[in-house]
């Protein structure tokens, strides 16, 4: 009997595991493919029928191909360490970032899952274990975690190899059980709970994902023997492609010698410049040029399709882009990298590791696992980005000081705007927007009267005490100071109160309401 069951029969632990564990749904109705009538079974794990083929030869294949083909390794690993750079963290589920909430002291069950993680096993800590586990969903399309309990708790965690793992499934696709049979023959059983199993989508459905590499395989291969023949021919000193016309007299064993020497005097790095010498006659001729280029431009193209399938940006894998037309800015590239390809695959394992560990594990509730943020843009436009939405109103300066990590202060609470020479509370723009007009229209007939204290400025227009007048110039009453002719082309005095060049335009005004022709009748007067 081993320990967890001896520890099982003691203390009930198996009881206490059910309880936290969510109501079992009823029995599906569909079926699984690649899933025959006797389920999956450690001797039926084939994906298909009709081929046999098999699952372990398969992800042995997938597993050369990521080690060899370094476009591969390298998306593959840009994959993993940008999800797992900022760490695993718990965090609270109320927290919405504005710094204006106080996180609550962190449950017993928080505290016994960080210690946890802080400790997975004496080899590997959680950062290596989920990077690990990355990887094998980009190469395999399935990773394995194995956990250890004790007492009803999750002790340990551990990483296990996914070609050996072996699920055991009903037709309808229920696991049942996990079975890991190594190369070497060694065997080891786990049950459901045992075993956090993530896998990526699948275009049928199914127990096992469809990983990136399997879907790059073609441009891969045609990547490595493309490579390989480059290899060949650089091994060689690429050679150019001759043909060599001997006299009709030479033998067999005359042309035979001649290659033979040829081979050893000209082939290889270190006969690099050796002429190419003949008698009797023979002539050598050039078949083609150097296809160097070509093979160099093949590879390129096989690259991109590469990396295009693991969804990882040219320069996240080193590749230098320069004058490429719609190749984006660094930071286009950066946030369609997080968006489109880790942030989707890191909610993938964060949705296990909460159900298995958090949830079920430790009966957490209001607290949930997370990859801690890492700011990967450059330092100048984080700042300017921060004090752009702090001068907009958009953050207040508690939000910003939460931002980089400092407390709140006194009045940091409320939004500012600020403009070139002014600072404005939010809460106060309607006062300012009102002194701000009752400024434009000062010395003008809109212009308001004083305030009184206490109360905001209006611009409503004063009352002119009566019906609107007629505007007409004939009826416009003359104001103090101004210069009103009796008839057209005199200036008239000028009546007090009223500036030059008002009396200016009245003057105009009259002599060229004079100048139109009076009309009776409809003909001209």
């Known amino acids: 009997m081993g320990l967890k069951s001896w520890w099982r029969a003691r203390t009930g632990a198996e009881a206490e595991v059910l309880e936290t564990a969510p109501n079992r749904l009823p029995e599906r109705a569909g079926f699984e493919y690649g899933i025959g009538p006797a389920g999956l079974t450690e001797t039926n794990q084939g994906l298909g029928v009709s081929t046999q083929t098999d699952r372990r030869s398969t992800l042995t294949q997938l597993y050369d191909a990521y080690l060899a083909c370094p476009w591969a390794w390298a998306s593959v690993n840009a994959i993993a360490r940008t999800i797992t750079a900022g760490g695993l963290v718990t965090d609270w589920d109320s927290d919405d970032g504005q710094g204006e909430q106080e996180q609550p002291d962190k449950p017993p069950g928080v505290l016994l899952l960080e210690r946890m993680l802080a ?10 274990i989920l990077r690990g586990a990355i990887t094998d969903l980009l190469v395999f399309g399935d990773a394995f975690i194995e956990i250890v309990w004790l007492g009803g708790q999750p002790v340990a965690l551990y990483s296990l190899d996914c070609p050996s793992m072996l699920p ?16 070497l023959g060694q065997r080891a059983v786990f049950e459901p709970r045992e075993v956090i199993h993530i896998s990526l989508d699948s275009p049928r459905s199914g127990i096992f994902g469809v990983s990136p590499t399997q879907a790059a395989l073609l441009p891969i291969t045609a990547w490595l023997f493309s490579a390989a023949t480059s290899k060949e021919i650089f091994r060689k000193g690429a050679p150019p492609v001759i043909h060599v016309d001997h006299p009709a007299s030479a ?4 042309i035979n010698r001649w290659t033979a020497q040829y081979m050893q005097r000209n082939v290889g790095p270190r006969n690099i410049g050796t002429p190419i010498t003949t008698k009797g006659g023979a002539e050598v001729h050039e078949l083609a040029q150097s296809r160097t280029m070509d093979y160099l431009q093949y590879l390129d193209q096989k690259r991109d399709e590469i990396i295009a399938a693991y969804g990882v940006p040219p320069a996240k894998v080193g590749i230098i882009e320069s004058g490429n037309l719609g190749g984006g800015t660094g930071e286009a590239q950066d946030r369609t990298f997080m968006v489109n390809t880790c942030q989707p695959l890191a909610e993938l394992v964060l949705e296990a590791l909460n159900f298995h560990l958090a949830r079920v594990g430790f009966g957490v509730a209001g607290w949930k696992l997370k990859f801690r943020d890492v700011d990967m843009r450059d330092s100048k436009t984080v700042e300017e980005i921060r004090d752009m939405r702090l001068r907009n109103g958009s953050w207040t300066l508690d939000r910003y000081r939460a931002d980089i990590g400092e407390p709140p202060v006194e009045g940091g609470g409320e ?13 106060d723009m309607e006062a300012a927007s009102r002194a701000g007009i009752a400024y434009k229209l000062r010395g003008t007939a809109l212009e308001p009267s004083a305030p009184e204290a206490g109360k905001p400025v209006t611009v409503e227009k004063p009352d002119t005490g009566g019906d609107t007048p007629d505007k007409s110039p004939d009826n416009v009453p003359a104001a103090p100071g101004s210069a009103v002719p009796d008839q057209p082309g005199q200036a008239g005095t000028a009546v007090s109160g009223e500036s030059a060049w008002q009396a200016t335009y009245r003057v105009r005004l009259r002599e060229a309401l004079a100048s139109f022709p009076d009309v009776g009748d409809g003909h001209a007067a």
């Open 168 to 183: 055991i499934a009903d037709e309808h696709g229920t696991v049942t059980g996990y079975v890991q049979v190594t190369e």
């Open 251 to 254: 033998s067999a064993s005359e």
């Open 415 to 427: 939004p500012v705007l600020v403009d070139r020479e002014n600072l404005v509370r939010w809460i």
């Open 119 to 128: 400790y997975c096993n004496p080899r590997e800590n959680i950062r290596q």
